[in-house]
């Protein structure tokens, strides 16, 4: 346990410390949210029809933003060679990547997504809604994107090539967590967030450190 | 006991570096791995690490030597030193103390890092750098140290707290493989010489165009 402590604790500083990147996706979720208002026109109407599908939409694309580094920096340095003969499998240390991958992107962007759908002229009623699918949809963003980024580790720039590879996994998340948000009956809608969810943390973890086996060679 | 290899052969990229590679390190004993660039030194003690597949036995203490085994009885330092830029040399070697078992304290004291243990790591030299990858090797015992040319960018100090590390760890019935091109003021017990043609042989016997097998 302590092994896995170290590993999700040097996780939270490096995000946190400079050049780490846990700012810049709420940042992007922020600013592609404020956007759209300019380009869709200021009638609260049109607006809320729209907002729960653009925040999703941003939520997707800010969580992808920070993913392609989360192998590669360690991929580089030779941490990841270490990593993989430390007492600790390659497949929990996939899952505390992504765990830390969702605490300094994902939650963050759970938490101001009350505040941008004001914005947008969310209906008050939805509000709760949008964030419960959030909370409940925004792990399977980290862990799938986290297979993505183990297969696409050992390649230069392959951040362009994870989004092709991560995006359309994301659709599932995406059709149940906006459906979540604007169904008059939220509750099944939310409820194959979670599952989707589920099925992702179980089986994320696998896929990504049998890519990342592959990778090392 | 210690490490014993048999048939060793190893791929790289579709082209077979290493061929039939045998030879044991007892407990207790050193051994230099020599050859020239591109003879499959590095490749060796990576597959030694167990991180690439390879063909033939690894044995430690006459078991076969799986994950398991490997992440408890060996230690690894290759050319990248596994250094995080963003933390302090302290918080390196922290983490991986945590991470490995150990105590912090004598790693950092043994490769003279005590007096820039506050330092962010990305304001270190070259020869820091090493240092701090090599104070790793210190934390948790591990009985079988594979060092890929660790004398690289060290100065005389140094490189005489790895001389004292190796010889220590010999003394404790520990055996190490260092690849290494230079003097590096360890006996060497036990010698492995990688010949470049060696290398090129295996690779031309693993290429049905080469070896004339299609002709």
């Known amino acids: ?217 | 006991m210690g490490l014993r290899v048999d048939a060793l052969s190893c791929a790289r990229g579709g082209r077979l570096v290493l061929r039939d590679l045998a030879f044991a390190v007892p407990d207790g004993q050193v051994a230099i791995l020599r050859g020239p660039n591109g003879a499959g030194k590095s490749t060796l003690l990576r597959a030694l690490a167990g991180l690439l597949p390879h063909g033939g036995v690894v044995e430690i203490d006459g078991q076969p030597a799986d994950r398991d085994a490997r992440s408890e009885l060996v230690a690894y330092a290759g050319h990248l030193d596994a250094v995080k830029p963003q933390l302090t040399v302290a918080e390196n070697v922290g983490f991986w103390a945590r991470l490995l078992g150990g105590d912090r304290g004598p790693a950092i004291a043994a490769f003279g890092l005590d007096r820039i243990a506050d330092r962010p790591a990305h304001l270190l030299s070259a020869g820091q750098r090493r240092r701090l990858g090599l104070a790793r090797l210190l934390l948790a015992p591990r009985r079988i140290w594979l060092l890929d040319e660790p004398t690289v960018a060290l100065d005389a100090d140094a490189m005489l707290a790895l001389l004292h590390a190796v010889r220590d760890h010999a003394a404790a019935g520990g055996t190490a493989v260092i690849a290494t091109h230079g003097p590096i003021g360890v006996p060497a017990d036990i010698r492995i010489e990688l010949s470049a043609e060696a290398a090129h042989a295996a690779e031309a016997a693993s290429d049905p165009f080469l070896a004339g097998s299609w002709a």
């Open chain 1, 1 to 217: 346990m302590s092994a896995a402590r170290a590993v999700l604790a040097r996780e939270l500083a490096l995000a946190l410390r400079s050049g780490g990147g846990a700012g810049l996706g709420l940042a992007f979720f922020v600013t592609a949210v404020l956007l759209v208002p300019f380009g869709v026109g200021p009638d609260p109407d049109r607006l809320s029809t729209v907002a729960a599908g653009t925040l999703w939409v941003a939520a997707l694309l800010a969580a992808l933003l920070s993913l392609d580094r989360l192998f590669q920096a360690d991929a580089e340095d030779g941490t990841l060679d270490q990593l993989a003969l430390a007492p600790l499998p390659l497949e929990a240390l996939v899952a505390l990547k992504a765990t830390g991958h969702w605490l300094t992107t994902g939650l963050p962007l759970v938490i101001a997504a009350p505040v941008l759908g004001v914005t947008l002229s969310l209906p008050p009623g939805a509000t709760p809604w949008l964030v419960a699918g959030l909370a409940l949809g925004t792990p399977a963003l980290s862990f799938l994107g986290a297979v993505g980024a183990a297969i696409t580790v050992g390649i230069r720039r392959g951040g362009l090539l994870l989004s092709i590879l991560v995006l359309p996994l994301y659709v599932p998340t995406l059709i149940f967590g906006a459906r979540a948000a604007t169904a008059t009956d939220p509750w099944p809608a939310l409820l194959l967030t979670g599952g989707v969810t589920l099925l992702v943390l179980a089986g994320a973890p696998f896929a990504a450190a049998a890519a990342l086996r592959v990778n090392l060679r």
